[in-house]
């Protein structure tokens, strides 16, 4: 293998896999952590030192063998290492704003059908958009917004635009776990096959609440 192709991790099928959890799509993001460390690197972003070094952080995670980190950065919708490495293109920026991330990530419970979940909770009373948003969280564009300064916001929240969920902030947990509380079990008579999809949405609230210092991060893959 070049030294260049991602790690690919092997399962040793004499040895069970690891609990959902393990695999989660859902992250635990130290917001205020990542973004200071970004903010650092963008001020160099106008300089070709600057821009290598970012480089090379990414590539680094992106070549990872650790599997923590594989399992989120094998979702990110990215350009190859090879890729940033042959040209620079400043698409790369939302990009490795994305792989960034991973060194800020801590697994979460997960849900194991984002799309059942938002359709079941509709039909529990949610709105279309309250049900999304708990299911696939909220742009990516707004994490940027709420956390980045003016200057990033302006880069890098348009490389964001599409297909960049998600992620939620307190609110959007606490907002959450109260419409959970509130629920009337009867509600589940005839919905049954809800109950382990809003058991999984209600833990991977509670880890968010219990961080309080952290935000959620989701993807859907």
Do not use: C, I, K, N
């Given at each position: 293998?070049?030294?260049?192709?991602?790690?690919?991790?092997?399962?040793?099928?004499?040895?069970?896999?690891?609990?959902?959890?393990?695999?989660?799509?859902?992250?635990?993001?130290?917001?205020?952590a990542?973004?200071?460390?970004f903010e650092l690197l963008y001020r160099e972003a106008d300089t070709a030192e600057g821009i290598a070094r970012m480089r090379w952080m990414a590539t680094q995670l992106w070549r990872s063998a650790d599997e923590a980190i594989h399992r989120y950065v094998d979702l990110l919708p990215t350009s190859s290492a090879d890729d940033w490495e042959a040209d620079y293109d400043p698409s790369h920026l939302g990009e490795w704003y994305r792989v960034?991330?991973?060194?800020?990530?801590?697994?979460?419970?997960?849900?194991?059908?984002?799309?059942?979940?938002?359709?079941?909770?509709t039909a529990l009373g949610w709105t279309?958009?309250?049900?999304?948003?708990?299911?696939?969280?909220?742009?990516?564009?707004?994490?940027?917004a709420s956390f980045a300064s003016d200057?990033?916001?302006?880069?890098i929240a348009p490389q964001l635009m599409v297909g960049c969920r998600g992620w939620l902030d307190d609110e959007d947990?606490?907002?959450?776990?109260?419409?959970?509380?509130?629920?009337?079990?009867?509600?589940?008579?005839?919905?049954?096959p809800l109950v382990p999809l809003v058991e999984e949405l209600h833990a991977?609230?509670?880890?968010?609440?219990a961080s309080a210092?952290?935000?959620?991060?989701l993807l859907d893959g």
């Open positions: 293998m070049q030294a260049s192709e991602r790690v690919r991790l092997v399962v040793d099928p004499d040895h069970p896999a690891r609990p959902r959890v393990h695999q989660s799509r859902a992250w635990l993001l130290d917001a205020d990542f973004h200071d460390e960034l991330m991973a060194a800020h990530l801590e697994p979460a419970p997960s849900l194991s059908d984002p799309r059942a979940l938002r359709d079941g909770l279309p958009t309250e049900a999304r948003r708990l299911a696939y969280g909220r742009e990516l564009t707004t994490l940027v200057v990033v916001v302006s880069d947990v606490e907002l959450g776990l109260d419409r959970l509380h509130a629920l009337d079990p009867a509600a589940f008579r005839h919905q049954q991977m609230l509670l880890a968010e609440r210092d952290r935000v959620l991060l």
